[in-house]
């Protein structure tokens, strides 16, 4: 009779001991099928597939929180004998890809807002472009402070995305898969 795969998942707890037991004589190995490992490797793949889908969260949680602080402070603007100005912050989901963008938001003539995107180069915002659209230095500082942040994220983000996508698409990833 052979081993099960919850006692094999036991014994092979370190990639030290996957390699000893690989390195070891071929009768160290009896009882084990290959089949048992495809099932512990699918499992691994799936629950490292789930934290990078946790990581991915999590730079979207960071990025609304530096959303956040950019927007507060905004409103300590005021104390400092500053405009609150145009220039508005945003992190949302899009399609499943973080966006965190800025834009325009300037009252019109009938008496509501307009709210135009500002729009990004392949780099993210130059600094040019948010002081085009700050009312003020301070204002434009934030921005530029803040997109620092989101231009990591989104390369952070990006390649989560990328990761996950190469895991999901290993053949050993389909359960249906036959030996």
Not at 5 to 29: K, P, Y
């Amino acid at each position: 009779m052979g081993i099960t795969i919850e006692e094999l998942e036991s014994l092979l707890t370190s990639c030290r001991e996957i390699l000893e037991l690989a390195e070891a004589h071929h009768d160290q190995r009896k009882g084990i099928e290959p089949r048992q490992i495809l099932v512990i490797s699918q499992k691994e793949l799936k629950r490292i597939d789930g934290l990078l889908a946790r990581a991915y969260a999590l730079s979207y949680l960071e990025a609304k929180l530096h959303c956040d602080a950019y927007l507060e402070g905004k409103g300590s603007l005021k104390d400092m004998g500053e405009t609150y100005g145009y220039l508005h912050s945003r992190v949302e989901i899009n399609n499943g890809s973080i966006d965190a963008y800025f834009q325009e938001i300037r009252p019109n003539n009938f008496g509501s807002m307009n709210r135009e995107r500002v729009r990004k180069g392949k780099d993210g915002y130059s600094e040019i472009k948010l002081k085009r659209y700050a009312a003020h230095d301070t204002e434009a500082e934030m921005a530029l402070m803040t997109e620092e942040h989101y231009e990591r994220i989104r390369r952070q983000a990006c390649a989560i995305k990328e990761m996950r996508k190469r895991i999901r698409s290993l053949e050993i990833f389909n359960p249906d898969i036959e030996l």
